[in-house]
Each structure stands twice: as structure tokens, then as C-alpha cells.
């Protein structure tokens, strides 16, 4: 078994997997090809963005499978994640792919998250009819952007998410986006309801949104908030053709309304994904 790069001068081998090679070997995207004396067995696409390096895509030919190709092949991947420098080594795929899990798992990675992802709309996220009557009744509440919050405000926000059980330093993590991330007060100044988005690559990530009480429509100012932010990029070009906002329900009573929320803003929503990771080597 061989691990090879995928350039232009070996594409034709690998053209019924890769849509289009990715002659980029030490950029941050670039494509691999796995053979086995001689032939063609699959292929991966991965991105590395310095210290995490993800895998994209996997793709086994289907006469391969269930031989222990998929295996030996994502344990070189993550060899080749350890030569590039990257720390950690990363997985997205359908819940609904058969034995996929498991594999993952036999190979050490853990499951960080699993939600729905949707797909940017091409124009006009927020200038429907329905998006308008969800987001913009009026509901009380001042929402404000975490880059904003200073002092007692920070201070209630880290002390909300602790009483939660995470951590309240994660406003402060790597890939945390404190512009597109929001907070409700009321007019006494008492934090009301949070949403917490980091940004990787041309991904946008709701990892964690709460509300206090049983008052539940101000969680909608928040997600105003984020689309509104997303349209000011829309306008100015940009917004990522490719672009994703991944929802990571903690809360599964949430999870059927914030669908709504995404689909009333033409948000279109893809298979229900688990995602993984493991330390490299």
C-alpha cells in the first residue's frame, strides 16, 4: 500500500474519485491518492490550517471496501498530519454512513460534536417574508456582540456559561469570533440569553446558545443578530460560495425551532453529520 499526491501529471488516475486534482503539497489543501501494487484504491482531500488538520474527504473504491483499506489509509493520513506540524487530526461525516463511527473510534479519534450543517444561501438570507415575520417581531431585549462586553457584562456571560458546565473561557479560545457571537440583556442590565459561533476556514460554527427562563423567543435576537451580520457580508462580497453554518444542538428541545430559524432564512440543511478528532502521532 502506497500514499501518493495527487498532481497534475497522476489526475488521470484518479478521476472517477476526485472531482479536480489539488496540486498544492504544502499549501493548506491538498489531495492524496492511496494504491495498492499498482492500482488505484482511493483517495482523501485534507485542509491544514497549521496545528489541525482535517480530513475533507475519504472515498474508498467500493471493491476496496471492508478489507482494511480505510483504516491503514486514515492512519497514514494522520502520519502525514504529524510531518506537516499539525497537532490535532479531524473528521466530519453522515450519521447515516454504516460502520463510519466505529471505524473512527477504533482509530482513537473521539466525537466532538453532532448537528445539522447548512449551506449559505446564494443572495437574500434575511429579505424573505418569513424570515422577517420569525426574526424581526418585537421582542424585548438589548442584544449586544461579546467583542462589545467588558467587565461585570463579560464577567455574567463567563459565570452563565460555567453554570452550564463548560468552560468560560472559551470566549477566549482559538477560532472563537466574538463579532458574529451575541448576548440579550434586559433593561436591568441582566444577561437573558447568549450564542456563541467560532469561525473555521469558510465555516461558521453555533457551538453553544442558552436562555434563561422560560422566555425563550429572545434566543431569536440572537440569531438575528448572526444572519444580520452575515448579510453585511453578503452585501460586500464577502460571503464564501462554499460557506457553511454548522449547528451543534446541546439542547435537544431547542433543536426542532432553530431548524425553522434556519430554514426561514433559506438556510438549507444537509445530512445530520457527527464530527471527531484525535491527537496525531
Same mark, same amino acid.
Given at each position: 500500500?502506497?500514499?501518493?499526491?495527487?498532481?497534475?501529471e497522476?489526475?488521470?488516475? &484518479?478521476?472517477?474519485?476526485?472531482?479536480?486534482?489539488?496540486?498544492?503539497p504544502?499549501?493548506?489543501? +491538498?489531495?492524496?491518492?492511496?494504491?495498492?501494487?499498482?492500482?488505484?484504491?482511493?483517495?482523501?482531500?485534507?485542509?491544514?490550517?497549521?496545528?489541525?488538520?482535517?480530513? !475533507? /474527504? %475519504?472515498?474508498?473504491?467500493?471493491?476496496?471496501?471492508?478489507k482494511? /483499506?480505510?483504516?491503514?489509509?486514515?492512519? !497514514?493520513?494522520? @502520519?502525514?498530519?504529524?510531518?506537516?506540524?499539525?497537532? +490535532?487530526?479531524?473528521?466530519?461525516?453522515?450519521?447515516?454512513?454504516?460502520?463510519?463511527?466505529?471505524?473512527?473510534?477504533?482509530?482513537? +479519534?473521539?466525537?466532538?460534536?453532532?448537528?445539522?450543517i447548512?449551506?449559505?444561501?446564494?443572495?437574500?438570507?434575511?429579505?424573505?417574508?418569513?424570515?422577517?415575520?420569525? @426574526?424581526?417581531?418585537?421582542? =424585548?431585549?438589548?442584544?449586544?456582540?461579546?467583542?462589545?462586553?467588558?467587565?461585570?457584562?463579560?464577567?455574567? @456571560?463567563?459565570? /452563565?456559561?460555567?453554570?452550564?458546565? /463548560?468552560?468560560?473561557?472559551?470566549?477566549?479560545?482559538?477560532?472563537f469570533?466574538?463579532? @458574529?457571537?451575541?448576548?440579550?440583556?434586559?433593561? =436591568?442590565?441582566?444577561?437573558?440569553? +447568549?450564542?456563541?459561533?467560532?469561525?473555521?476556514?469558510n465555516?461558521?460554527?453555533?457551538? %453553544?446558545?442558552?436562555?434563561?427562563?422560560?422566555?425563550?423567543?429572545?434566543?431569536?435576537?440572537?440569531?438575528?443578530?448572526?444572519?444580520?451580520?452575515?448579510?453585511?457580508?453578503?452585501?460586500?462580497? =464577502?460571503?464564501? !460560495?462554499?460557506?457553511?453554518?454548522?449547528?451543534?444542538?446541546?439542547?435537544?428541545?431547542?433543536?426542532?425551532?432553530?431548524?425553522?430559524?434556519?430554514?426561514?432564512?433559506?438556510?438549507?440543511?444537509?445530512?445530520?453529520?457527527?464530527?471527531?478528532?484525535?491527537?496525531? &502521532?
Amino acid at each position: 500500500m502506497e500514499i501518493v499526491a495527487v498532481t497534475k501529471e497522476n489526475q488521470a488516475d &484518479f478521476n472517477d474519485i476526485l472531482s479536480e486534482p489539488i496540486d498544492n503539497p504544502i499549501g493548506q489543501r +491538498f489531495s492524496v491518492g492511496l494504491t495498492d501494487d499498482g492500482k488505484v484504491v482511493g483517495a482523501a482531500v485534507m485542509d491544514d490550517s497549521g496545528y489541525n488538520i482535517e480530513v !475533507e /474527504y %475519504l472515498y474508498i473504491l467500493p471493491e476496496f471496501r471492508r478489507k482494511g /483499506y480505510a483504516g491503514a489509509f486514515i492512519t !497514514e493520513l494522520i @502520519l502525514a498530519g504529524a510531518k506537516r506540524g499539525g497537532l +490535532f487530526v479531524t473528521a466530519e461525516f453522515p450519521q447515516d454512513r454504516e460502520g463510519v463511527e466505529e471505524l473512527f473510534l477504533s482509530l482513537g +479519534f473521539i466525537v466532538t460534536g453532532r448537528g445539522n450543517i447548512y449551506y449559505f444561501p446564494q443572495k437574500g438570507m434575511i429579505g424573505n417574508k418569513t424570515a422577517k415575520d420569525i @426574526l424581526f417581531k418585537n421582542i =424585548k431585549g438589548t442584544v449586544r456582540p461579546v467583542s462589545s462586553l467588558r467587565g461585570r457584562d463579560l464577567n455574567s @456571560l463567563k459565570e /452563565y456559561i460555567s453554570s452550564l458546565g /463548560y468552560n468560560g473561557d472559551v470566549v477566549t479560545k482559538s477560532g472563537f469570533n466574538p463579532y @458574529l457571537s451575541s448576548c440579550v440583556f434586559n433593561e =436591568k442590565g441582566d444577561l437573558l440569553s +447568549f450564542m456563541l459561533c467560532s469561525e473555521y476556514g469558510n465555516d461558521i460554527i453555533v457551538e %453553544l446558545l442558552s436562555v434563561r427562563g422560560k422566555n425563550s423567543t429572545v434566543q431569536l435576537l440572537t440569531f438575528r443578530f448572526l444572519f444580520e451580520r452575515l448579510s453585511e457580508r453578503e452585501e460586500k462580497g =464577502k460571503l464564501s !460560495e462554499d460557506g457553511r453554518v454548522v449547528f451543534l444542538p446541546r439542547n435537544d428541545d431547542m433543536v426542532s425551532s432553530m431548524i425553522k430559524v434556519f430554514e426561514a432564512v433559506n438556510l438549507k440543511s444537509d445530512d445530520f453529520y457527527i464530527f471527531a478528532a484525535r491527537e496525531c &502521532f
